[in-house]
């Protein structure tokens, strides 16, 4: 089963930058498509992006295109998500979660079975 741990979120004013970080426990990377969630309060969790490990395709919701990158780098079973031109909007407690699935990913958050503790970002105006 794997695990993830989060890191990276903190307080940053409008227009800065983020990265987080997704580490994940498992020896077999490449079987799963990572996403990343964020919730701020009193709304429902959004996914932001995902990124499919063994193809390297992506997803982004709209809000986000153009101003936040997913990458991955499978020798260390992470996954970033680089955050720029950050607006008061995108404050919100961010996950990291995993699914194992090949080829594509979907940023639909019922899809994902293992979540990680979540890392708060603060964009301050």
């Known amino acids: 089963e794997v695990q993830l741990v989060e890191s990276g979120g903190g307080l940053v004013q409008v227009g800065g930058s983020l990265r987080l970080s997704c580490a994940a426990s498992?020896?077999?990377?490449?079987?799963?498509?990572i996403g990343w969630f964020r919730q701020a309060p009193g709304k429902e969790r959004e996914g932001v992006s995902c990124?499919?490990?063994?193809?390297?395709?992506?997803s982004y919701t709209d809000s986000v295109k153009g101003r936040f990158t997913i990458s991955s780098d499978n020798a260390k079973n992470t996954v970033y998500l680089q955050m720029n031109s950050l607006k008061p909007e995108d404050t919100a407690v961010y996950y990291c979660?995993?699914?194992?699935?090949?080829?594509?990913?979907?940023?639909?958050?019922?899809?994902?079975?293992?979540w990680g503790q979540g890392t708060q970002v603060t964009v301050s105006s």
């Open positions: 979660a995993a699914v194992r699935l090949r080829g594509f990913c979907i940023n639909v958050a019922e899809a994902y079975g293992t």
């Open positions: 498992t020896f077999n990377f490449d079987d799963y498509a």
């Open positions: 990124i499919s490990i063994s193809a390297g395709g992506r």
